[in-house]
């Protein structure tokens, strides 16, 4: 357990005078506040003094309080102190919510006897086992670019047939360079698609499951190539001629898996797909962000048009959430300097990696 590192003396007003005019300081616990005016483009000012804070052990936003600007320096952590109880809580009830999930698939009944709820655990293990290793990818890269970024935060989704919406970590800090910010995106849906071929194969060798009536019987997943490419590789089958046989629920996971990555892959926001892109077309990414909706809401049009709207609501749900998120910008790094071959390299395999967990329909609840 590391704690917080060490922080020099702040910056002075003279070493930031080329950009930020500052007229009063005020010191807080842990950091420093400069009242003042940007003396050049406000959406320049972080750019350029946010090396300099970094190297003495600071963060910095540029933000509006009562008609003025304040230049808001915070002690950086790379560390963790203390046990991080909310990290711990969402975990504990994520799990609870997966395992619950869990007994669906398996065709078991948590209100006909409570202690079946274990018996889930392999579904929950890769639910949970998929999410932990794509953010932990994060947090490992976060690290060795020494940006401060949060523990997993698993959230937990009662009621719902895989339980959970996924885990996110917090970047708290100014990304240092392109690099750095290409490494910490693309490291989770890499890691996150290891740990989602590794659990398909397993899954796919499993015995599978009969479930008799309910919700989980009229469920149809569309597979997406990868995971049906595993399943063949294998000599495996993902369906079966007796309706009430499902797949094992491990597969379930895996699918979870697939499903989980094209979504973050998606370049808006502060999705995965966006860090990477961002990384890869610098400042172009707002004419890529224009395009995702439109490309979303087509896809639900076509779904309408074609397949009796089967999927449509899911992309069109979709579709407004990527115009929010897009409205929310994306991470800008300090340093512009553009990516290497390799990392270009990288990068262009992790999106076709992404499109080969990309189904049209992903899932339907038959009538």
């Known amino acids: 357990m590391m704690g917080q590192e060490s922080a020099q003396s702040p910056p002075g007003p003279e070493r930031l005078a080329d950009v930020f005019s500052v007229r009063d300081i005020d010191l807080t616990e842990g950091g420093i506040r400069y009242y003042g005016d940007p003396v050049t483009d406000a959406a320049q000012v972080i750019r350029q003094v946010g090396p300099t804070f970094r190297q003495h052990g600071y963060r910095v936003r540029l933000q509006s309080e009562s008609g003025g600007h304040v230049l808001v320096?915070?002690?950086?952590?790379?560390?963790v102190d203390g046990v991080p109880w909310r990290n711990v809580a969402l975990a504990a009830a994520t799990l609870l919510s997966t395992l619950y999930a869990g007994t669906r698939w398996y065709g078991l009944s948590v209100v006909e006897e409570p202690a079946v709820l274990w018996r889930a655990w392999p579904?929950?293990?890769?639910?949970?086992?998929?999410?932990?290793?794509?953010?932990?990818?994060?947090?490992?890269?976060?690290?060795?670019?020494?940006?401060?970024?949060?523990?997993?935060?698993?959230?937990?989704?009662?009621?719902?047939?895989?339980?959970?919406?996924?885990?996110?970590?917090?970047?708290?800090?100014?990304?240092?360079?392109?690099?750095?910010?290409?490494?910490?995106?693309?490291?989770?849906?890499?890691?996150?698609?290891?740990?989602?071929?590794?659990?398909?194969?397993?899954?796919?060798?499993?015995?599978?499951?009969?479930?008799?009536?309910?919700?989980?019987?009229?469920?149809?997943?569309?597979?997406?190539?990868?995971?049906?490419?595993?399943?063949?590789?294998?000599g495996e089958s993902l369906s079966y001629s007796d309706p009430n046989l499902l797949p094992n629920p491990v597969v379930i996971g895996g699918w979870v898996g697939a499903f989980v990555t094209f979504l973050n892959l998606i370049p808006v926001g502060q999705l995965d797909g966006a860090h990477i892109s961002r990384s890869l077309v610098g400042e172009r990414m707002d004419a890529v962000q224009l395009v995702v909706p439109l490309g979303l809401f087509g896809?639900?049009?076509?779904?309408?048009?074609?397949?009796?709207?089967?999927?449509?609501?899911?992309?069109?749900?979709?579709?407004?959430?990527?115009?929010v998120f897009s409205r929310?910008?994306?991470?800008?790094?300090?340093?512009?300097?553009?990516?290497?071959?390799?990392?270009?390299?990288?990068?262009?395999?992790?999106?076709?990696?992404?499109?080969?967990?990309?189904?049209?329909?992903?899932?339907?609840?038959?009538v």
Do not use: K
Not at 73 to 79: D, F, P, W, Y
Not at 311 to 316: D, E, H, Q
């Open 73 to 79: 320096a915070t002690e950086r952590s790379l560390g």
């Open 299 to 323: 896809l639900a049009g076509y779904l309408v048009a074609f397949e009796g709207g089967r999927g449509a609501p899911l992309w069109g749900f979709w579709g407004v959430i990527a115009l």
């Open 328 to 366: 929310a910008g994306t991470a800008t790094p300090l340093v512009e300097t553009p990516l290497g071959p390799r990392r270009r390299a990288l990068g262009v395999l992790t999106l076709v990696l992404g499109a080969l967990c990309f189904v049209p329909v992903p899932i339907v609840v038959a």
């Open 123 to 234: 579904f929950a293990a890769a639910v949970m086992g998929i999410l932990a290793v794509h953010e932990f990818g994060h947090y490992a890269l976060s690290r060795y670019h020494e940006v401060q970024a949060s523990l997993p935060y698993f959230i937990p989704l009662p009621f719902n047939v895989i339980g959970t919406l996924g885990a996110v970590i917090r970047m708290q800090d100014n990304i240092p360079d392109r690099r750095a910010l290409f490494d910490i995106g693309v490291a989770g849906p890499l890691a996150g698609l290891v740990a989602t071929v590794a659990v398909t194969a397993v899954g796919v060798t499993l015995d599978p499951i009969y479930v008799a009536g309910g919700l989980i019987s009229r469920i149809e997943l569309g597979y997406p190539p990868l995971i049906q490419g595993i399943a063949a590789l294998l």
